[in-house]
């Protein structure tokens, strides 16, 4: 076994994963361990946001962390390795993993000659192997080895070694050509210019994957900014100061800025705040994009007497078999609204585009749509319409707990059928809400009042809900809708219908 081969085995890298249904990135938000930590097989080492959850990830070796990848805040593609653990610490010194393979990709650096695969592609340990070296750009001078290798240890999080391990140049002068050009005689070609001299400022700016994100996504040019951080090479700061060239100047209180401008006009660049579309937030928003335009939507309402229903509450909330449970409106709209979808069978069902076909389901995952600090999401009940209504309590007070932790799974989000919205727990009467992609209704509960209501022939203050049923009209026709709607409103009307209809 060659010495490489054994390296490889000893540290192992662990890789993002696809923690949900086709994502494609994740962002580190904590880690758990550092550098020199021992860890465990299955031990949670970070939590990374996804497109629909936060996820903790546990490791599946057991050593020492040798190496973070990337920092908290960092957004990590999936398939790249974010720490490399050592196996076997007792071992003694070994090769230490070099950079990240999204970092080497990021950067389209050509390998060094003598480089030689450690851990799945990275590493520095000599080797014979010859690779077609980089084809210089015209007029520009090689890149020297010790900035090279000064920007190779920082991004592995190592000390630059003080000297090169070769005898090629060792002693790199500021930017200075070897030999003068003689006043008499014509300055020769760009290409007599040695390996060991210092990179112009024509050449490829040198910085971190992270940092070439940030410059991406705030519109910068790296090749405008003047580096400051060691060999040259650009850091985040550099950024941020190239981003906001103006605005350091204009640090003055509010006041200052609204008295120097136009008579009649007020200066709200200063009074704004700009925030990156990302982790839910972005999710929900391609969702509903992608719902609003492919799918056409009919919204029905109907405002209905609930005054039996809240009672039907009080008592459940007494009842020895509900004892610990949770139990409010939004549980008897929900059972109401699985036993009209067993009356109607044909409105949970979903369209595939691409067979042209269309998907009737025998089973109901109920999806609640849940405000948490993190966004919108909407977690199901799997299974819904065959449970209890004690079970139904259980698992619905566990979704609500859960998302409002931040701790639901993307497994929880997937494979919903139909979705319930209260938003009458913020006082709104009712909304027309935007369906979910792939689901065939969305049902939302508006807020209980006290109204006038003519009951018995009297006019009397009760209860009174509104109902609004928005659905898929490829699936559900006019007909169809109208009457899950009416069924709901009827059992909320009349619970005992949970019974004669369940």
């Known amino acids: 076994m060659t010495a490489s081969t054994a390296n490889a085995q ?25 550098p020199g930590d021992t860890v465990t097989d299955g031990q949670v080492v970070c939590e990374v946001e996804t497109a629909k959850a936060a996820v903790e990830l546990p490791i599946p070796y057991t050593g020492v962390v040798h190496e973070l990848r990337f920092g908290e805040g ?15 610490p007792g071992a003694g010194p070994a090769e230490a993993p070099a950079a990240a393979p999204q970092e080497a990709a990021a950067d389209e650096e050509a390998e060094p000659q003598g480089r030689q695969a450690v851990l799945v ?9 010859k690779r077609r070296a980089r084809k210089p750009q015209p007029g520009v001078p090689a890149q020297p080895e010790p900035a090279k290798a000064a920007l190779q240890a920082e991004l592995n999080g190592r000390a630059a070694p003080a000297a090169p391990a070769t005898p090629v140049a060792p002693d790199v002068q500021p930017a200075q050509p070897a030999q003068p050009a003689q006043p008499a005689q014509p300055a020769p070609a760009a290409p007599a210019a040695p390996a060991g001299s210092a990179v112009p400022a024509a050449g490829r700016p040198l910085a971190k994957p992270p940092v070439r994100k940030l410059a991406k996504d705030l519109g910068i040019d790296l090749a405008t900014i003047l580096p400051t951080g060691p060999d040259g090479i650009i850091t985040r700061e550099d950024v941020h100061a190239a981003a906001t060239p103006a605005a350091a100047p204009a640090e003055a209180p509010g006041p200052v800025a609204v008295a120097a401008a136009e008579p009649g006009t007020v200066d709200t660049a200063a009074r704004e705040r700009r925030v990156p579309v990302k982790g839910v937030r972005k999710a929900t928003a391609q969702a509903m994009v992608a719902s609003a335009f492919t799918a056409p939507h009919v919204t029905e309402f ?4 609930v005054t039996r229903t809240m009672k039907l509450v009080q008592e459940l909330k007494q009842d020895p078999d509900m004892a610990g449970l949770r139990v409010n409106p939004l549980l008897l709209v929900a059972k109401a609204f699985l036993v009209a979808l067993k009356r109607h069978p044909e409105a949970n069902a979903a369209w595939d585009e691409a067979n042209q076909e269309i998907v009737y389901k025998d089973y109901v995952n109920l999806g609640i749509a849940a405000a948490t600090p993190r966004g919108l999401i909407v977690p199901n009940i799997k299974d819904a319409g065959a449970k209890t209504l004690p079970q139904l309590a259980s698992e619905l007070g566990d979704l609500v707990a859960t998302a409002r932790e931040g701790k639901t799974s ?29 689901e065939s209704a969305i049902l939302a509960f508006g807020a209980v009042k006290l109204q006038p209501w003519v009951h018995k022939g009297k006019v009397k203050a009760r209860q009174v809900t509104t109902l609004a049923l928005s659905f898929d009209h490829r699936l559900v026709d006019g007909e169809l809708g109208s009457k899950l709607l009416a069924d709901v409103a009827a059992i909320l009307e009349r619970p005992k219908r949970l019974i004669t209809w369940g």
């Open 410 to 438: 993307p497994a929880a989000m997937a494979g919903g059928t139909v979705t319930i919205t209260n938003v009458g727990v913020f006082g709104v009467d009712t909304g027309t809400p935007i369906l979910n992609p792939g």
């Open 121 to 129: 592609g990275y590493g520095a340990a000599p080797s014979s192997t």
């Open 10 to 34: 000893r540290f192992r890298e662990f890789k993002m994963p696809d923690v949900g249904e086709g994502l494609t990135e994740a962002e580190i938000l904590k880690w758990y361990v550092q």
């Open 302 to 305: 109907i405002t209905v007497d």
């Open 74 to 88: 960092v957004t990590v593609d999936v398939g790249t390795a974010i720490i490399a653990v050592d196996t076997d």
